[in-house]
């Protein structure tokens, strides 16, 4: 018998089938810490029912996640359904589609713990129809407006394993001659840079060029991502040469950019290239291919044990993605903000602090 854990949503003890810890539980959270849901609108313990054929009076289907528009969690008030079960992308769009014809919800997500789709539902002259979009609403946010993020309307976030394991996911799966994480991460890191850089070079108020828009042509989207990395490589050529490219195809390339456009990479709370890595070189590549990666609590003990400060090297020869290297940096900093504000000094004299010593 499946181990009892707690449901995220509900706090009611649930059965933790591999279906819920790894899918219904951790989408639930993404939800309210990403998208910005309230607990309070969504169900997920008793689960939501819907019917089983139109004509039904009683509802018999049980929905894994259901959001609503209010906290009073009407029937009319049913916006989002998620469902969370271990079927391929082919079973899962076609389950989904079953859910949200029969309930009023109109946008839809699949999620089976690696891959995930989103859908919306239209209704017209009596026939239902469905599309594929880039992602779901924001809480607040209308579907139209999906992708015609501002710079100071992206979000920071402190984990996107979650997310890179998906778009891993969908890369192996479509795209033919790459398959292999080794020769699909370069290009990943490549789209990366292009969002930081668009974070970057954006004013608060300016539309960022890294979107998919809900009705957006995905050659359309991709070619607004490849005019982005022609500035990446102009702008960092010690980085990058001109025979670097993107190759990915243009619906592998919207997605990617779906994915990841609510978020502020520059202000996220962990290093989104060793999350990257973390996905891609899985345990199986990591030995063969000498790349290992130090556990972050491993690191933060060992920078504790040590103690660098301004005037210390800190050398890591064999540095992977560099998230040793980015915490060193972290933990020295913290104790030149600590000192400067016990000192009072403004912002700009920290910063003249750090670079002098």
Same mark, same amino acid.
């Given at each position: 018998?499946? %181990?009892?854990?707690?449901?995220?949503?509900?706090?009611?003890?649930?059965?933790?089938?591999?279906?819920?810890?790894?899918?219904?539980?951790?989408?639930?959270?993404?939800?309210?810490?990403?998208?910005?849901?309230?607990? %309070?609108?969504? /169900?997920? =313990?008793?689960?939501?029912?819907?019917?089983?054929?139109?004509?039904?009076?009683?509802?018999?289907?049980?929905? *894994?996640?259901?959001?609503?528009?209010?906290?009073?969690?009407?029937?009319?008030?049913?916006?989002?359904?998620?469902?969370?079960k271990k079927k391929n992308r082919k079973d899962g769009r076609s389950q989904l589609e079953d859910y949200l014809r029969l309930s009023k919800a109109y946008i839809g997500a699949w999620y089976n713990g690696n891959e995930i789709l989103y859908l =919306?539902?239209?209704?017209? *002259?009596?026939?239902?129809?469905?599309?594929?979009?880039?992602?779901?609403?924001?809480?607040? /946010?209308?579907?139209?407006?999906?992708?015609? #993020?501002?710079?100071?309307?992206?979000?920071?976030?402190?984990?996107?394993?979650?997310?890179?394991?998906?778009?891993?996911?969908?890369?192996?799966?479509?795209?033919?001659?790459?398959?292999?994480?080794?020769?699909?991460?370069?290009?990943?890191?490549?789209?990366?840079?292009?969002?930081?850089?668009?974070?970057?070079?954006?004013?608060?108020?300016?539309?960022?060029?890294?979107?998919?828009?809900?009705?957006?042509?995905?050659?359309?989207?991709?070619? =607004?991502?490849?005019?982005?990395?022609?500035?990446?490589? =102009?702008?960092?050529?010690?980085?990058?040469? *001109?025979?670097?490219?993107?190759?990915?195809?243009?619906?592998?390339?919207?997605?990617?950019?779906?994915?990841?456009?609510?978020?502020?990479?520059?202000?996220?709370?962990?290093?989104?290239?060793?999350?990257? #890595? %973390?996905? #891609?070189?899985?345990?199986?590549?990591?030995?063969?291919?000498?790349?290992? #990666?130090?556990?972050?609590?491993?690191?933060?003990?060992?920078?504790?044990?040590?103690?660098?400060?301004?005037?210390?090297?800190?050398?890591?020869?064999a540095c992977g993605s560099g998230g040793f290297l980015v915490e060193a940096l972290k933990y020295v900093w913290a104790k030149v903000n600590k000192q400067c504000e016990e000192l009072d000094w403004p912002e700009k004299g920290v910063f003249q602090?750090?670079?002098?010593?």
């Amino acid at each position: 018998m499946a %181990e009892k854990i707690v449901d995220y949503i509900s706090g009611l003890e649930v059965n933790g089938s591999p279906e819920e810890v790894q899918a219904t539980q951790p989408f639930s959270k993404i939800l309210v810490e990403n998208y910005g849901y309230p607990k %309070e609108m969504i /169900q997920t =313990r008793p689960q939501y029912r819907v019917k089983v054929r139109p004509s039904d009076i009683k509802k018999e289907y049980p929905v *894994d996640i259901a959001v609503f528009t209010s906290s009073d969690k009407k029937e009319d008030e049913l916006y989002i359904i998620v469902e969370c079960k271990k079927k391929n992308r082919k079973d899962g769009r076609s389950q989904l589609e079953d859910y949200l014809r029969l309930s009023k919800a109109y946008i839809g997500a699949w999620y089976n713990g690696n891959e995930i789709l989103y859908l =919306r539902k239209y209704e017209q *002259d009596g026939r239902v129809e469905f599309k594929e979009i880039p992602n779901l609403p924001l809480y607040g /946010q209308n579907i139209d407006d999906i992708g015609l #993020f501002k710079r100071k309307d992206l979000k920071k976030t402190h984990n996107l394993k979650n997310t890179f394991n998906n778009i891993r996911n969908y890369l192996a799966a479509n795209n033919t001659g790459q398959t292999l994480d080794t020769e699909l991460l370069p290009q990943l890191i490549n789209i990366i840079f292009c969002k930081i850089y668009d974070e970057r070079y954006k004013k608060g108020d300016s539309l960022v060029d890294f979107r998919a828009g809900i009705n957006e042509e995905h050659a359309k989207i991709s070619k =607004r991502i490849q005019n982005l990395f022609v500035d990446v490589k =102009r702008k960092y050529p010690d980085v990058f040469n *001109d025979s670097d490219k993107i190759i990915l195809s243009d619906n592998s390339i919207a997605h990617i950019v779906g994915e990841l456009q609510q978020y502020c990479l520059m202000e996220s709370e962990r290093d989104v290239i060793a999350d990257a #890595f %973390e996905m #891609f070189i899985g345990p199986s590549l990591r030995g063969p291919q000498g790349q290992f #990666f130090t556990p972050r609590n491993v690191v933060k003990l060992l920078l504790s044990m040590t103690n660098p400060g301004q005037r210390d090297k800190i050398v890591d020869p064999a540095c992977g993605s560099g998230g040793f290297l980015v915490e060193a940096l972290k933990y020295v900093w913290a104790k030149v903000n600590k000192q400067c504000e016990e000192l009072d000094w403004p912002e700009k004299g920290v910063f003249q602090n750090m670079l002098t010593k």
